[in-house]
């Protein structure tokens, strides 16, 4: 019993417990957010190659420490600057899109998902919702392809010059006749913008993601493409499968049904509140739908 209340009273009373303040959890969230997400960054782009390069380099390295081989070090230490240099060089547009992401990026509403206390314009009608819901399930349907870009708060306007101008209203039928095949207009992308199809047959940037799927082709790489370089959400049917794909933020959403696209459409339309608790109960099932 002494020996315990000694060791008590010698080691753990005397522990010194180092104070934690609200500054500390606050730099440990902030790291451990930016950590993940550079983490993310890096398995999702080429990055992931140059890290596991330089772990055989590193390796190499200690290598060279533990057995004092000089020339080696010596040359590691004049040419780390050039390295440095080199990648920055050879991942300018990784770093480029990653900074443009951030810049894109509400950081409030990241970092508080539920928040809606600013009153938005609604974007379109709920005629165009059922409008572009109804055509893309026929076109699905029917097994034709077809590429839709809805435009949010970055324009598309630069990638509207590189098709033909339409600015027509919206209507399932007019949709459908577009990605209609054998058609003047059926190839590349259709851009919406608010009630309106602003151009068809638009050229756009194909996604370089190594993590999405062998199976898809350059369809889905350049609606992906599109939502990694804008904040738009995109609409794609598979001709070979019918299976209708939605893209934003650089991600791919595979096989979605009318109701989650309904959903989608409704968050980009800012609507209600109703539609936003839709919205939390269908985001639910993100996660499972979530191939890439
Ligand atoms: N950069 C691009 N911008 C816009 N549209 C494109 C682009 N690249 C390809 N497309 C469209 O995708 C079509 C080719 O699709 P492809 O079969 O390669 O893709 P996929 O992803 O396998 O789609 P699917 O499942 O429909 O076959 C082209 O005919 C064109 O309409």
Redesign the pocket.
């Known amino acids: 019993m002494e020996t315990i209340k000694n060791f008590f009273k010698n080691y753990v009373i005397q522990l010194s417990v180092p104070k934690i303040t609200i500054i500390d959890i606050l730099e440990i969230i902030i790291i451990a957010f930016v950590t993940y997400h550079i983490i993310i960054w890096i398995k999702n782009t080429r990055a992931w190659m140059l890290v596991k390069g330089l772990i055989v380099i590193g390796i190499f390295g200690l290598f060279a420490i533990f057995l004092r081989m000089d020339v080696i070090l010596w040359i590691f230490s004049k040419t780390i600057g050039f390295g440095i240099t080199a990648v920055i060089i050879v991942f300018q547009p990784e770093i480029r899109n990653a900074l443009e992401q951030l810049g894109r990026r509400d950081i409030f509403k990241t970092i508080m998902p539920f928040d809606d206390t600013k009153d938005r314009k609604e974007k379109f009608t709920t005629k165009t919702i059922n409008d572009i819901v109804k055509a893309t399930f026929e076109l699905a349907k029917n097994k034709t392809?077809a590429?839709m870009v809805i435009e949010r708060e970055v324009t598309l306007h630069e990638y509207e010059r590189t098709g033909i101008i339409l600015d027509s209203q919206i209507s399932s039928q007019l949709l459908i006749n577009i990605f209609e095949h054998n058609t003047p207009l059926?190839?590349?992308?259709v851009l919406i913008r608010n009630d309106r199809i602003v151009a068809a047959t638009?050229?756009?940037?194909?996604s370089d993601n190594m993590a999405l799927s062998k199976?898809?082709?350059?369809?889905?790489?350049?609606g992906v493409?599109i939502s990694e370089v804008t904040d738009s959400l995109t609409i794609?049917?598979?001709?070979?499968?019918g299976?209708v794909s939605i893209a934003a933020n650089g991600e791919i959403i595979r096989g979605v049904d009318g109701d989650y696209l309904r959903t989608k459409l409704e968050q980009v339309q800012g609507k209600s509140m109703e539609a936003k608790k839709r919205k939390l109960w269908k985001g639910r099932q993100k996660d499972e739908r979530k191939i890439n």
Request: negative net charge; contains cysteine.
């Open positions: 392809g590429l059926h190839d590349g992308a638009c050229y756009l940037p194909l199976e898809l082709g350059t369809r889905h790489r350049a493409g794609i049917v598979s001709e070979e499968t299976n």
